[in-house]
């Protein structure tokens, strides 16, 4: 059940999620005037920004890219697969795999820092390109 239908006791009356109207399986169907209803006035008194406890901790919603230390460490490792991409003359199967065997890390981080230094890389090439 939602979140917000299982927990409508426990709200003030003007942000109660209405009622299921039918059920069919485990698909809950509710009156759409009153989920239009609801929401309107979810919105107005609360926000949109985050609603109730629900979902993730706040945050800038960017993953790493808004800075911290895990920004630092997979600049590092951008870094080091961009090394290997310009030695190398471009990417190849299993690269994230021996950066990680090689600088330590697990290789699906790895695999996030070499497919953002292939981005990098291809940029400069269509660079040097057009020149």
């Known amino acids: 059940m939602l979140r917000?239908?299982?927990q409508r006791r426990e709200r003030p009356e003007g942000r109660r999620h209405p009622d299921v109207v039918l059920t069919v399986g485990r698909t809950l169907y509710f009156d759409q005037q009153a989920v239009e209803a609801f929401?309107?006035?979810w919105q107005q008194e609360v926000g949109t920004g985050r609603l109730g406890t629900a979902g993730r901790p706040p945050?800038?919603?960017r993953g790493t890219r808004g800075g911290g230390p895990g920004r630092e460490q997979r600049e590092?490792?951008?870094?080091v697969a961009l090394e290997v991409l310009r030695r190398e003359g471009g990417p190849r199967r299993g690269l994230a795999?021996?950066?990680a065997r090689e600088h330590g890390g697990v290789a699906r981080s790895?695999?996030?820092?070499v497919a953002e230094a292939v981005t990098v890389?291809?940029?400069e090439q269509q660079g040097h390109g057009q020149e």
């Not at 590092?76 to 870094?79: D, H, I, P, Q, T």
């Not at 790895?110 to 820092?113: L, V």
């Open 59 to 61: 945050g800038d919603g």
């Open 39 to 41: 929401w309107a006035a």
């Open 121 to 123: 890389f291809e940029s």
């Open 4 to 6: 917000w239908s299982a």
């Open 76 to 79: 590092l490792a951008v870094g």
């Open 110 to 113: 790895w695999r996030r820092a």
């Open 97 to 99: 795999a021996e950066l």
